[in-house]
């Protein structure tokens, strides 16, 4: 069971956009198109940002967006915001008796 | 508004046992997946354990089978984890959350959290 891959940081002006990868396998990420991403700021719980690869749930920004090909996926955060500064981490189901995370990203709006 | 609370959390020796409760409002509790998600102070999220809609649909993470075992109670709209032979790795905020109809499901609301700490 081993954790989604994603680098610990990635940083942007704002107004720029700052993409972060997830890279799995054919059991996780490759295999299924429930990729989730959410964002975690500092002392809070994590928020629902992406589902099923490319989704958005009601109430977050479309400068939000998801995609994935092979066994990576990607989160691009376009026209940053001093409020996008956070933690994000992917998320993927592997299967009947597993669910992985990655191990997060930290984004720093500069 | 879906809402979601943690509790049972403290401190604990090694060997120990705790149960956490987790109290849902605002839905239809009873047709969801609901997870157990923990995280270490200044780490990254893991999954503990989910439970379906039938209360023998559960799967743990390879750390905690065998020693955490996760229930519901769909009449009180609350779930449940129980951790026995507690270690000092169990350590961490564990939040409570919910998924969809369907185990594949992303987890689209989040408890606050309730702190577990492992030590003698």
């Known amino acids: 069971q081993s954790a989604l891959t994603q680098p610990p940081s990635a940083s942007g002006s704002p107004g720029q956009s700052v993409t972060i990868s997830c890279t799995g396998t054919?059991?996780?990420?490759?295999?299924?198109?429930?990729v989730s991403w959410y964002q975690q700021h500092p002392g809070k719980a994590p928020k629902l940002m992406i589902y099923e690869v490319t989704k958005r749930p009601s109430g977050v920004p479309d400068r939000f967006s998801g995609s994935k090909s092979g066994n990576t996926a990607s989160l691009t955060v376009s026209g940053l915001q001093a409020e996008d500064e956070a933690d994000y981490y992917c998320?993927?189901?592997?299967?009947?008796?597993?669910?992985?995370f990655g191990g997060g990203t930290k984004v720093t709006v500069l | 508004e879906v809402q979601l609370v943690e509790s049972g959390g403290g401190l604990v020796q090694p060997g120990g046992s705790l149960r956490l409760s987790c109290a849902a409002s605002g839905f239809a509790f009873s047709g969801y997946w609901m997870h157990w998600v923990r995280q270490v102070p200044g780490k990254g999220l893991v999954w503990v354990s989910r439970v379906g809609a039938a209360e023998s649909d559960t799967d743990f993470a390879d750390s905690v089978k065998g020693r955490f075992t996760i229930s519901r109670d769909n009449g009180k709209s609350t779930f449940y984890l129980r951790m026995n032979s507690l270690r000092p790795e169990d350590t961490a905020v564990y939040y409570c959350?919910?998924?969809?109809?369907?185990?594949?499901?992303?987890?689209?609301?989040w408890g606050q959290g309730t702190m577990v700490t492992v030590s003698s």
């Open positions: 959350a919910r998924g969809g109809p369907y185990k594949y499901d992303a987890q689209d609301h």
């Open positions: 998320s993927s189901y592997a299967g009947s008796n597993d669910l992985k």
């Open positions: 054919s059991s996780d990420v490759g295999g299924y198109n429930y």
